[in-house]
């Protein structure tokens, strides 16, 4: 049973950082590509960063230069570094991984940026 489970949200002013983390279970977690995800209210869940299985990582425009997302293939987890957050990453944030056309989805944890 494939389960991603987020953590590390919270309330951080704006110009502060969080660190994000997806711990996954119940598959080869190396063979596979890693996404995180947001969605604010009344908005669309949006794609903010990719990285491969080899390591390759791609990034929304809206925070390039800003995040970073990583992996621990030892420990089965993502992270998702974000620095010079603003009031408009306020959102839930998700990891998702595709597996053999099945999307699994965590629970996703909230990020609010906020003075």
């Known amino acids: 049973q494939v389960q991603l489970v987020e953590s590390g949200g919270g309330l951080v002013q704006p110009g502060g950082s969080l660190s994000l983390s997806c711990v996954a279970s119940?598959?080869?977690?190396?063979?596979?590509?890693i996404n995180w995800y947001r969605q604010a209210p009344g908005k669309q869940r949006e794609s903010v960063a990719t990285?491969?299985?080899?390591?390759?990582?791609n990034y929304a425009d809206f925070v390039k230069g800003r995040f970073t997302i990583s992996r621990d293939n030892a420990k089965n987890t993502v992270y998702l570094q974000m620095n010079s957050l603003k009031p408009e990453d306020t959102a839930v944030y998700y990891c998702?991984?595709?597996?053999?056309?099945?999307?699994?989805w965590g629970q996703g944890t909230q990020v609010t940026v906020s003075s």
């Open positions: 998702n991984t595709n597996i053999h056309l099945m999307y699994y």
């Open positions: 119940g598959i080869i977690f190396r063979l596979f590509d």
């Open positions: 990285i491969t299985s080899g390591g390759d990582t």
